[in-house]
């Protein structure tokens, strides 16, 4: 899922307790030669090289638009995606391959994840979420994969609500 060579966006997506953090430290702990930066609104993320401010969004992406070559984490990226920070974060999404950062974005559910970054997540993962079925299938009806991939999901939901599926977006 990570190339060390090339920029990456990935979306985790899950409704609380599915396990995201858990995704993103297993992100995390396969990049130990990058640098993190990680919005840690819960403080659940040892290897943190932000040090600023949890409760500025701004702050944060004043802090991590020149970084190179390393992992950012928005947790909540919900709260990026609004107003004025959006085109910053899209920007940042864009530049993901020249920067050679690997971009993690955590949302709660697909019908959070706007639409106009859709087409710039490379890996989707997909944990049970409470979104309409319907949601799911137009986010990932383009990869070759996912809509197998998606009933696979709703297939295993209902026993493990820590079933995972990892889609190839682009």
Known sequence: MI????????????????GKSTEVKHIINSTPNHKHYIFDVQGEYERNFYTGRMDDENEFLDFVEQVTDSVIVFEEATSFLSYGQNKRVRRMMVNRRHSNNLIVLV???????????????????????????????????????????????????????????????I
Not at 9 to 15: E, P, R, S
């Open 3 to 18: 190339n060390k060579k090339t920029g990456k966006v990935i979306a985790v997506v899950g409704m609380t307790g599915t």
């Open 107 to 169: 949302f709660h559910a697909v019908h959070l994840t706007p639409k106009q970054i859709r087409t710039l997540i490379d890996v989707l993962i997909l944990k049970p979420t409470g979104d309409k079925y319907k949601e799911i299938e137009d986010f990932v009806q383009h990869s070759p994969t996912g809509i197998s991939q998606l009933q696979n999901l709703q297939r295993h939901r209902k026993n493990n609500i820590h079933h995972t599926e990892y889609i190839k977006m």
